[in-house]
DNA sequence: ATCCCCCATGTAATCGGTTGCAAGAAGCGT
DNA sequence: ACGCTTCTTGCAACCGATTACATGGGGGAT
């Protein structure tokens, strides 16, 4: 307003060219000879010239932004993978856009609009909840699923192993000597709370284990839910010796209020968790977990996603290693 | 490509009217007559129309986008802060965008070309230790700064009440009786260390007590270096009996830390942390500690932002209010 | 010397909406 | 019936960069 950013003709005039041969310059530099080049370059460097960006997307008909549907924006799970994710747009000067998708009440029909091509290029989705109509329409744009992922999109999926994950707890606590474990899993309609459920069932039964119905008890992933659970075994007559909880939050949260109820973790009871948070190495005791690499699954959703803008068909579901982080928050079964 | 999205042109033709009809009916609906709006809106609604929003900015000379730039993603306390930004923009149908200051190695110049008109339309700067001329050049569009802040810049501010938030936890301390109370800090250059530095200083000149140089111990906000912390302070001759942390992080790293080496909170020792994140309800013991509300600051920061665009003159500082929590970690100076 | 090809550059159409201006219609007062 | 205001609508010029196509000059081969 104030002050006018000189645009392409300014500096086209300034160095005695075309804006076609200024554009060229800035874009394709291998098609302009040196000395034109160098002309402009200087003209460009005079004016202070910078690229519009809006014009610059209407005219190559795309938006320059990957947007990343997040469940929640405040759980630094999920923010761990849009560092991964930003790091791969960054090189591509690609922007991220976010986009919380629990924030406020607008659902299906904001995500919708969200999801659409003169919006954003493409989309990296990490929650499994929500509708299959926010991406059928024809306007939405390529989009892979990170983490979270449902049956029902046919999008490639970048994954950890999360059954692999939940097994190698699982025997971890078999092999400490355990034969009543428990689980608390996550929100029952999330898929990563079916799969791990499914790496812990297989586990157990491998192992010829009892699976006891009223040992699995559902939470949120949440801190306050592991407390409720940790509540609810506390309660019971016949207690479980061990709990593989489906997130770092939800073990932390059960851990302490069993301590706080003067249950000795882990001498009378083991509890392993999933993620590897920060928080869990220095949790008293540390806590037994999965490490799963959050920023390497963001980058390569992000890769990924940049490989099917380019045309690329690439893998339907790619699994991301996981292991096991021995700490202390598990032991031998007690006697 | 493979499908034709509709233009203004398609539902132009179909409702037989202008292009410009169509553009108004949806943009300011109360210049168009009822009969043809409703013409219109039959025509958007069976072409499935949505506008181009690169077109749509190009024309408006905007981007329809914030940015937002944090020191740190993977930090929640800073992702709470997004929250409250996104909610405010999505009701104003803005984008948020992303940057995190230090993910790679990209410094001033990228940062630069960031904090640019032509990518978006305002800035909430949350990191107080980028250089003043990222936002010098004329091209650097309006900015609020958020939590964090750099004295050099003369925009707005929103940050939480630090000062009386140090005082408060001081105090705190001070009424439980210690006399013999150290402080973690953040890193040296951040102006929210400077500033609840002083608030502590203040606080224990107010009631007497030394403030002794051995027992201020800088950290950079994480577990690990509150961990570090605690063994300074278990090597020490003359202990203090008390500590402030600049964050919950590193409080808790620290107590844990204490814990582990048989030091009993509160009894031999209380500690006091700063802005009440989730681990702190949930830790053994509870943390005492300054709540601030992050969503509201980064929601105040974008109304702030906004009230700017549309040109009015804020405030150069908010301050918002602060809170004593106290909870288990900290009790009476033992005798 | 002639022809052909390639390279560097310019011309102008184009991306898809928005909005200043003007014209026509309708309503109102006298 | 006339002049004036108010409301609706259309025309066409933009916003700023990219790129298909055309053009002209230079170099190499014959």
């Known amino acids: 307003m104030t002050k006018n950013t000189p645009r392409v003709r300014d500096v086209a005039r300034l160095a005695k ?7 060229r310059t800035l874009t394709r530099p291998d098609l302009v000879s040196e000395t034109t080049r160098k002309l402009v370059m200087k003209a460009v460097e005079e004016t202070g ?3 519009n960006i809006s014009a610059q997307n209407l005219r190559r008909q795309r938006t320059g932004s990957i ?3 997040v469940p929640n924006l405040g759980n630094p799970f999920f923010t761990d993978i849009l560092g991964g994710i930003n790091v791969v747009l ?9 986009a919380d998708t629990t924030g406020t009440s607008g659902t299906r029909v904001q995500m919708a609009a969200l999801a659409h091509r003169s919006r954003a290029d493409g989309l990296v989705v990490m929650d499994g909840t929500l509708a299959p109509e926010v991406f059928s329409h024809s306007a939405c744009p390529p989009f892979v699923q990170a983490c979270e992922w449902n049956g029902q999109l046919d999008a490639p999926r970048v994954v950890a192993d999360n059954h692999l994950g939940a097994g190698l707890a699982t025997r971890h606590l078999i092999a400490l000597g355990h034969r009543r ?3 608390l899993f996550g929100p029952e309609e999330n898929p990563l709370t079916i799969t791990r459920c499914a790496g812990f069932a297989d586990a157990l039964q491998a192992a010829g284990l009892p699976h006891r119905a009223e040992w699995m008890i559902e939470g949120d992933f949440s801190m ?4 409720a659970a940790a509540r ?3 309660a019971m007559k016949d207690r479980p010796t061990a709990v593989f909880c489906h997130s770092d939050g939800m073990a932390f949260g059960l851990m302490a209020e069993l301590q706080r109820n003067g249950v000795r973790v882990p001498l009378e009871f083991s509890v392993a968790g999933f993620d590897d948070i920060e928080l869990a190495e220095h949790a008293t005791p540390g806590l037994t977990t999965i490490r799963q690499e959050r920023a390497e699954i963001g980058a390569t959703a992000a890769r990924t996603l ?10 339907a579901a790619t699994v991301l290693p996981v292991r096991l982080v021995e700490r202390g928050s598990t032991g031998p079964a007690p006697a």
Not at 17 to 23: D, H, N, Q
Not at 90 to 98: A, C, D, F, I, S
Not at 224 to 227: A, H, I, K, L, V
């Open 90 to 98: 960054r090189e591509r000067k690609l922007n991220l856009l976010v």
């Open 67 to 69: 947007l990343a549907l």
């Open 181 to 183: 474990i428990a689980q």
């Open 232 to 234: 609810r075994i506390l």
């Open 17 to 23: 060219v075309s804006t076609a041969t200024v554009s």
């Open 306 to 315: 940049l490989a099917i803008l380019k045309g690329a068909v690439p893998e």
């Open 49 to 51: 010239y910078t690229v």
């Open 224 to 227: 306050g839910s592991g407390q």
